[in-house]
């Protein structure tokens, strides 16, 4: 009896063994299919030993677009935003670190603060000295962070979907699970990415609800975003969320600059009432300056839903801030050269 059990044994992990090793090559199949399929289109800059891919469109005062946990900077392509806004602004999409085809050490914890750090040395990079930043989901926590650290930097924050306090996640245990050393790295390479792909269209339909999923957004390549690297730092993201927004929420009066928040009242994923517009109350009793927009029977996308509103939101804080000075010291050497020249 014993040796049987210790038979029947050693044939259960050898069997658990060759499902790993068959789920591992599957993974790695449809990660390197999905990466050629998807290449990247945007432009690599190297911010303090990391690199990151970014989009670049446009011409005007720059905007700068974070998108949240779980996707791209293709999302906002997809949701027409990219197009639309690059016809009046300078538009830069991050994939923010271990996104799409930015790299993510695992020598730094990535909080909002630490992303934000690095983003705006990248943009420095790239000759950007002052920019509207605009955030959705996890990406408006970056958004905040850079609002706080550097102020004089950001000129106007647009957040759209946001957790800023911190309130109970029971999805935390599950979506974290990518993150945890050693366990987590052999699922993510193995069963969790082929579960993710199963779910994927229950995970689309709750982030979307009410509303039906966006036919734009199934542009978006779901192995693109469960690829072993970028599983991990969902994970990560997830378990940063309730300490993350701790210790923003209590930075938040310090906050200089102009505010465009907007939520959907039927957002599944972050409750608009104890998030939005509590941040918007708070703000508003500190004599901040902050606009709420609720997008009646919308979900958590509200970039697919309403692009138009989200756009007259930006617009709004570059009138309210005015052209950069560095645009209106550029267009006066312009005018006084074609003065000299007799133009």
Same mark, same amino acid.
């Given at each position: 009896?014993?040796?049987?059990?210790?038979?029947?044994? $050693?044939?259960?992990? =050898?069997?658990? =063994?060759?499902?790993?090793?068959?789920?591992?090559?599957?993974?790695?199949?449809?990660? *390197?299919?999905?990466?050629? +399929?998807?290449?990247?289109?945007?432009?690599?800059?190297? *911010?303090?030993?990391? #690199?990151?891919?970014?989009?670049?469109?446009? +011409?005007?005062?720059?905007?700068?677009?974070?998108?949240?946990?779980?996707?791209?900077?293709?999302?906002?392509?997809?949701?027409?935003?990219? +197009?639309?806004?690059?016809?009046?602004?300078?538009?830069?999409?991050?994939?923010?670190?271990?996104?799409?085809?930015?790299?993510?050490?695992?020598?730094?914890?990535?909080?909002?603060?630490?992303?934000?750090?690095?983003?705006?040395?990248?943009?420095?990079?790239?000759?950007?000295?002052?920019? %509207? !930043?605009?955030?959705?989901?996890?990406?408006?926590?970056?958004?905040?962070?850079?609002?706080?650290?550097?102020?004089?930097?950001?000129?106007?924050?647009?957040?759209?979907?946001?957790?800023?306090?911190?309130?109970?996640?029971?999805? !935390?245990?599950?979506?974290?699970?990518?993150?945890?050393?050693?366990?987590?790295?052999?699922? $993510?390479?193995?069963?969790?990415?082929?579960?993710? #792909?199963?779910?994927?269209?229950?995970?689309?339909?709750?982030?979307?609800?009410?509303?039906? !999923?966006?036919? $734009?957004?199934?542009?978006?390549?779901?192995?693109?975003?469960?690829?072993?690297?970028?599983?991990?730092?969902?994970?990560?993201?997830?378990?940063?969320? %309730?300490?993350?927004?701790?210790?923003?929420?209590?930075?938040?009066?310090?906050?200089?600059?102009?505010?465009?928040? %907007?939520?959907?009242?039927?957002? $599944?994923?972050?409750?608009?009432?104890?998030?939005?517009?509590?941040?918007?109350? +708070?703000?508003?009793?500190?004599?901040?300056?902050?606009?709420?927009?609720?997008?009646?029977?919308?979900?958590?996308?509200?970039?697919?839903?309403?692009?138009?509103? %989200?756009?007259?939101?930006?617009?709004?804080?570059?009138?309210?801030?005015?052209?950069?000075?560095?645009?209106?010291?550029?267009?006066?050497?312009?005018?006084?050269?074609?003065?000299?020249?007799?133009?």
């Amino acid at each position: 009896m014993h040796d049987r059990r210790r038979g029947g044994l $050693r044939s259960g992990l =050898a069997l658990g =063994a060759l499902a790993l090793a068959a789920s591992y090559l599957l993974v790695r199949s449809k990660t *390197a299919q999905a990466e050629r +399929e998807n290449p990247p289109r945007g432009k690599f800059v190297e *911010a303090d030993g990391v #690199r990151l891919h970014y989009l670049e469109r446009g +011409e005007g005062p720059t905007l700068v677009l974070l998108h949240g946990n779980g996707t791209f900077a293709n999302d906002f392509e997809y949701s027409g935003l990219v +197009e639309e806004l690059s016809e009046r602004y300078r538009v830069i999409v991050f994939d923010r670190p271990g996104y799409g085809y930015s790299a993510r050490p695992r020598t730094t914890v990535w909080t909002p603060d630490a992303q934000a750090r690095l983003l705006h040395r990248a943009l420095q990079e790239i000759g950007v000295d002052s920019c %509207i !930043v605009m955030g959705h989901s996890w990406g408006t926590m970056v958004a905040l962070a850079m609002g706080l650290q550097v102020p004089d930097f950001v000129r106007g924050l647009v957040l759209l979907s946001g957790y800023y306090y911190p309130t109970p996640r029971l999805d !935390v245990a599950v979506v974290a699970q990518p993150a945890i050393p050693v366990i987590g790295d052999i699922m $993510r390479y193995t069963v969790s990415p082929l579960v993710s #792909r199963l779910l994927w269209p229950l995970l689309a339909k709750r982030v979307f609800a009410p509303l039906n !999923v966006a036919e $734009r957004f199934r542009q978006l390549s779901p192995w693109m975003a469960l690829r072993p690297g970028q599983l991990r730092a969902s994970g990560a993201e997830a378990a940063l969320m %309730i300490p993350a927004a701790m210790s923003l929420s209590k930075r938040l009066d310090t906050l200089r600059v102009p505010v465009q928040i %907007i939520t959907g009242t039927q957002d $599944r994923i972050v409750k608009p009432a104890p998030n939005s517009e509590r941040l918007h109350e +708070e703000l508003q009793s500190a004599g901040h300056s902050s606009e709420l927009h609720l997008q009646p029977g919308v979900g958590h996308m509200v970039h697919y839903a309403h692009p138009h509103q %989200i756009v007259r939101a930006i617009d709004a804080i570059a009138a309210q801030v005015g052209e950069p000075v560095g645009m209106r010291s550029a267009r006066a050497e312009a005018l006084a050269m074609a003065s000299e020249s007799g133009v």
